[in-house]
């Protein structure tokens, strides 16, 4: 894999999606090497997409890791239903899923919905949850969330990470659009909301009307 | 609904607004019977806070009557609550380490994107304050939207008046962990800079946790008075040289604990506050910091720095050597309202504490800007406005 990687840095395009589920963070931490060689030492211990010169081509990473002060296996639980993921995605309108293969619903830009077909790659209760999108789906991407508990008694921490390959074509220029509203923010948005979900039962709001959405 | 809003720098009206209604679940909608203006309303007033946007409700010292509950709702409709300024879930790692001005989840996520790059983190929300504090609709107005409102409200018995009670909202809490943050212990002598509603309390305050003496600072006479009449001495910096005057009040040991109870607008007689002045009017961020340099200067050494005075960006020429040389601690923060709530409460119905000796005018929230305009422009005379809707 790491061959690989190192190819695509020399001007090779080997799509992300071509990788094994899971390979998002491993994609991450071994470019994160390819892109410091030359530094003295040896790689610290963060994650690959917080590299000050790690570069991910053509596909946008976001992740972004919380802790929720709640049980591992609660939120594995929550998160594994995919109809839940719109009450703190609030770009994806609706998931439709039978367990093993889900539909959803992505608001685009100008009032387009796109769909997005992804089947499970990875599922280990308490653990991890991986998708990845099917070969008939509009977009390519994969994404993975992790489990693990937290020091002390503050719960789990939560890590998600999703990546995406904007396709050719208008879908294209439209995923584009979408997941250029700083994918990075709107991974930070998902994750907190999705705390604030798990930990006090809504997502914290200043709308003073149903009708309003509070958000600007 | 009738509110106060915010149109600008210097520009308030009451205007007609949407009322609010139930949005999540563990949502109470109330219908405010008293609220008032505050210290940190003048910094939004004066547009020094960044993220205050044309149309917001300001207030965020406000009780009333519960009119309205969510599902999740602890509280029932008709009972009288206070409402904590900070808005907290009662659920996160902060709210059960009682730091509820740090609340991991009341800010909404959308509001985030700028604290955290200015800030490092987002902090709780907070009632009609800045967006940066997740821009929730305030108190100076007939109807407010309390979430959470299973943890944050007081429930205020009945025959105690509005009057004595509105001021654990913010306030009183706000100069009781001041006077806390202080670690007051027998024989200390503690300095506060400012005779504001928030220096006033944090006097009471500190006299009532035991210490020796509390000097109060400020330039207004009648404050100064109001400070006196409490049990503090005074000094009032026009007259006076601040740091002699607190070596020699303090046997040559300068205060055990300092309060910087003035904020970031702080008036100053020395070069520092003119810079200072200019560069808060051309906008280039740095607040206006002259009463908390005093402050560092004058703690004795090994002592004390408590902040409650709020900052908002940044401060030029902080005397880093002199709290790093001296070895001195400083603690500060938005109050964690809601851990005092239960204890002042019983002491405003013990008659140990007395808040309404504050009070200087009572208008109508029709009255509003009036009540800006003056609490800002006579701010002796004008010690607290409280408006009834
Ligand atoms: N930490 C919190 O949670 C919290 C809560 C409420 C208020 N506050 C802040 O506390 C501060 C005071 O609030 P307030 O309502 O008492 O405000 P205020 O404006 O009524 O009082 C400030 C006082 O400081 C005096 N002052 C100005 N410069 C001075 C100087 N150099 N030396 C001595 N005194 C000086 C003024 O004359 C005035 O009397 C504000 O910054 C406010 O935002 C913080
Ligand atoms: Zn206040
Ligand atoms: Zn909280």
């Known amino acids: ?216 | 609904m009738r509110a106060l809003t915010y149109h600008g720098k210097h520009d308030v009206r009451v205007d007609t607004v949407p009322d609010p209604e139930i949005v999540n679940p563990r949502d109470a909608v109330i219908e405010v019977t008293a609220t008032a203006i505050c210290g940190s309303d003048l910094h939004l007033y004066d547009g020094v806070i960044p993220g205050v946007l044309s149309g917001d409700i300001l207030g965020h010292e406000f009780m009333g009557r519960v009119v309205e509950t969510g599902p999740g709702s602890t509280l029932e409709k008709g009972q009288r609550v206070v409402v904590p300024f900070t808005i907290s879930c009662g659920a996160c790692f902060h709210c059960m380490k009682q730091q509820f001005s740090a609340c991991d989840n009341s800010n909404p996520a959308e509001k985030q994107d700028l604290s955290e790059p200015l800030y490092g983190h987002a902090m709780s929300g907070l009632f009609g304050y800045s967006h940066l504090t997740g821009g929730y609709p305030g108190g100076q107005a007939q109807y407010v939207r309390v979430p959470y409102s299973d943890v944050g409200p007081i429930v205020i018995p009945d025959g105690l008046p509005d009057e004595e009670v509105l001021f654990l909202s913010d306030i009183l809490p706000t100069g009781w962990m001041a006077a806390e943050n202080c670690d007051i212990t027998e024989g200390d002598s503690v300095a506060v800079w400012g005779c504001g509603p928030v220096g006033l309390f944090a006097v009471q305050s500190a006299l009532l946790m035991g210490a020796d003496r509390v000097i109060a600072i400020d330039h207004h006479p009648h404050r100064l008075d109001l400070a006196r009449r409490l049990g503090a001495q005074v000094i009032d910096y026009r007259r006076t040289h601040v740091l002699e005057a607190l070596m020699e009040m303090t046997g040559g040991f300068g205060p055990d604990a300092v309060i910087d109870a003035v904020g970031m607008e702080s008036h100053g007689m020395a070069p520092d506050s003119a810079l200072d002045a200019v560069k808060q009017q051309v906008g280039i961020g740095a607040d206006r910091a002259h009463a908390l340099r005093e402050a560092i200067m004058a703690c004795r050494k090994g002592g004390r720095i408590s902040m409650p005075g709020v900052y908002g960006g940044f401060v030029d020429k902080f005397p880093l050597g002199a709290l790093m040389e001296k070895g001195l601690q400083l603690r500060t923060g938005q109050t964690h309202v809601q851990r005092y709530s239960q204890d002042l409460l019983r002491r405003i119905g013990e008659g140990e504490i007395d808040t309404t000796f504050l009070i200087s005018h009572r208008l109508s929230l029709e009255e509003a800007p009036t009540g800006y305009r003056n609490f800002h422009d006579n701010q002796d005379e004008w010690t607290k406005v409280v408006l009834t809707p």
Do not use: C
């Open chain 1, 1 to 216: 894999m790491a061959r690989r990687l190192h190819r695509r840095e020399d001007g090779h395009s080997v799509p992300l999606l071509a990788l094994s589920a899971g390979a998002v963070l491993a994609a991450g931490a071994l470019l994160w090497r390819s892109a410091d060689r030359g530094l003295p030492g040896r790689p610290d211990s963060a994650p690959g997409r917080t590299s000050r010169r790690s570069r991910y081509g053509d596909y946008a990473v976001s992740g972004r890791t919380v802790t929720v002060n709640r049980p591992r296996q609660e939120l594995y639980a929550f998160w594994r239903d995919f109809t839940n993921l719109p009450q703190f995605m609030h770009n994806v309108t609706a998931v439709e899923s039978d367990g093993e293969q889900s539909v959803w619903t992505l608001r685009g830009p100008f009032g387009r919905n796109l769909s997005v077909r992804t089947r499970i790659v990875s599922d280990r209760p308490g653990e991890e949850i991986a998708w990845r999108s099917t070969a008939e789906s509009e977009i390519e991407t994969e994404g993975k969330v992790s489990f693990r508990d937290a020091p002390g008694d503050r719960g789990t921490e939560v890590e998600a990470l999703v990546a995406y390959v904007p396709p050719a074509g208008r879908a294209g220029q439209l995923v584009a659009k979408m997941f250029q509203r700083e994918p990075r923010i709107q991974g930070r948005r998902e994750m907190k909301r999705f705390k604030m979900l798990m930990e006090t039962g809504e997502v914290a709001t200043s709308a003073n009307r149903k009708s309003e959405d509070g958000e600007d």
